[in-house]
């Protein structure tokens, strides 16, 4: 399998989560990350990262970079993607991808229109009982669905996985 060159936007607590991660893989090579903090940059050079940036367009012109992890706050993710799509640059970008709907579409559009690839940081995608539950739904196994209901209480605006980074006041969007 191919080495994928990996650039990490943003270095925050799901940035930094990525970035972990991506050291351990075999199959890929952090090259860069990006960041205004000088002090999660200094973390990912003695993690081992060799190019840091406070910039990340400057992330987007090395040329060796395949794809990118964009860990950026929402309100971010459509000027850092379609941008990361225009440099021929792969793109995972963290949930939600977008403020709203029109937003969302030209992310997609951009991915399409520069033939990268997108991909949702939605890790549940690929828990088990949620890939058995939708094989149940399309065999048939659970009749005609005419009504479902579902509750997940995680995080949110007023309590957080990363207590001490939730946004504060509470942005409109969240």
Known sequence: MKTVKLGIIGLG???QT???HSLKLTNTKVVAVADLSKKALIKAKNAGVKKTFTNYENLFKEPEIDAVIIGLPTHLHL??????AEAGKHIFLEKPIARNVEEAKEIVSAAQSNSV???MGYH?????????LKEKTTDGTLGE???AQATM???GPFFHRA???APVPVPEWW
Do not use: P, T, W
């Not at 000027?79 to 990361?84: D, H, L, N, R, S």
């Open 13 to 15: 607590y799901i940035g």
């Open 18 to 20: 990525h970035l972990r």
């Open 79 to 84: 000027q850092c993607a379609k941008e990361a």
């Open 117 to 119: 690839k997108l991909m």
């Open 124 to 132: 549940l995608r690929f828990n088990q009982d949620f890939i058995a």
């Open 145 to 147: 669905i005419e009504v």
């Open 153 to 155: 209480i995680s995080s």
């Open 163 to 165: 207590d001490g980074y």
